[in-house]
Each structure stands twice: as structure tokens, then as C-alpha cells.
């Protein structure tokens, strides 16, 4: 019953850190201040493009849009999925034989 209670408690504990760093991080505005530099940077396009339109300079979209997507990839990470795509392939493809020769014995 002590071993119960020592991973209860562990847990518990666990999930209280998370909540305090989710709580004080929305106290202190973290989440506002990220939405507000966006905001700014924003803004700063739309003086750069209505300045640009104002001295006749074509305008391109892709001048003003800042693509925020971060690509992750690398060796390791490509190696993961191609790795954890086989072992899906394999499961799968066990499943399915295990199925058909069960239903191979239903069937008869």
C-alpha cells in the first residue's frame, strides 16, 4: 500500500509542477507578450508595404510574409519515422495474416 501511495504522490507532484509553470507563465503574460511581438511584427509589414506602395516599388506578397514554420528534420528524425513506418508496416502485416488464418479457421 506504501508503494500505491509513493507513485500516487509522485504523480501528483508531477502534474502540480506542470500546473504552476502553466499558471505563472499565464500570469506573467508570456502568452501575450509572444502574441503581441507577432502583432508588432505585423504592423511593421504594413507600414514596409503601404511605404512601398507610396514610392511605386512592385509589390510581391512573399515580400511581407514572414513563414513562420520551423522545419525540424535532420538525420535522426528522418531515420525515426522511417524506422517507426517499417515497425507500422510489420504490425500491420501481422495483424492481417493473424486475422486471415483465424478467419481461415472460422470459416471451415
Not at 520551423?70 to 508496416?89: A, P, T, W
Amino acid at each position: 500500500m506504501d508503494k500505491k501511495y509513493r507513485v500516487f504522490r509522485w504523480i501528483f507532484l508531477f502534474f502540480f509542477v506542470i500546473f504552476l509553470t502553466l499558471y505563472f507563465s499565464q500570469l506573467t503574460g508570456y502568452y501575450e507578450f509572444k502574441n503581441y511581438q507577432k502583432m508588432t511584427l505585423t504592423e511593421e509589414q504594413i507600414v514596409q508595404f503601404e511605404q512601398d506602395i507610396k514610392d511605386g516599388k512592385e509589390v510581391d506578397i512573399k515580400n511581407y510574409v514572414v513563414d513562420t514554420k520551423k522545419d525540424y528534420q535532420n538525420k535522426f528524425s528522418n531515420m525515426g519515422v522511417k524506422l517507426s513506418s517499417g515497425i507500422s508496416d510489420l504490425i500491420k502485416n501481422s495483424v492481417i495474416k493473424i486475422f486471415s488464418s483465424i478467419s481461415g479457421f472460422v470459416s471451415e
